[in-house]
């Protein structure tokens, strides 16, 4: 029998209120056995663009990355968020190793190729993106891995990922060797049905229902990415996949995907 995984997410309105990003890493904490935690970087970096006189350009949920806004990320992301997060858990008795994908050549990305939009210096993952076994004996080691949104091309290059992307990456990568239990986190109940009324969180979707829901409109902006990724995990091994408000992580009020 594999060991049990889980794999938390945290972004959003969270990473931007610090009492409850404070009450969010207590919880995590509080997670039995082996965990490992990824983040976004929420509002921050987009406000610390806009104050350099930069504007935030996102399409579908994913920032447009140029040079300039590569190093605002890196520095908010890698830096500030990450390093917050880990004194954190450490303050919770948490012994956690914050990392980029360049730490340990932990992630190794591509940067995405042009298309109908140049997303500039962002990175796209696939199957060898992850190296699972260094993961692998940092959890063996007692570490809790932090993963940030930022990688590199193994030739220098820092790139860009969508922290959703990670996480569901991290999680298809040590399905090979644990059960994983992958979670999403962020400042609303689940997926919601209207998005002006908070209980009307839908419990179960299915692929079937994501496309119906997306033509709706009752899907888009950043859950996009969220679901898109959540789905690829499961069809990869992935064991469970739940989005749910990360104050409440755990509790019965949530959305759970599956396959059928």
Known sequence: ????????????????????LREFLRLFAEIAGLKILVHGGGKGASEMLAALGQVPHLVNGRRIT??????????????????????????????????????????????????????????DLNESSVNADIIHQFLQLGLTPVFCPINHDGRGQLLNTNADTVAASVAKALSRQYAVELHFCFEKKGVLADVNNDESVI??????????????GVIANGMLPKLENA????????????????????????TELCLS
């Open 66 to 123: 140029d040079a300039a806004t590569l190093e605002v990320v890196t520095m908010f992301y890698a830096g500030k968020i990450n390093k917050q997060v880990v004194a954190g858990l450490q303050k919770a008795g948490v012994n956690a190793l914050g990392l980029s994908g360049a730490d340990a050549n932990v992630i190794q990305a591509l940067k995405r190729p042009v298309q109908e939009v140049d997303y500039g210096f962002v990175g």
């Open 1 to 20: 029998m594999k060991p049990r995984l889980k794999i938390v997410k945290i972004g959003g309105g969270i990473i931007d209120h610090e009492p409850a």
């Open 231 to 254: 789905f690829e995990a499961l069809r990869y091994g992935v064991e469970k996949v739940i989005i749910e408000h990360a104050l409440h992580i755990g509790e019965a009020l949530k």
């Open 203 to 216: 419990k179960k979707i299915t692929p079937a229902e994501y496309i119906e829901l997306k033509q709706r």
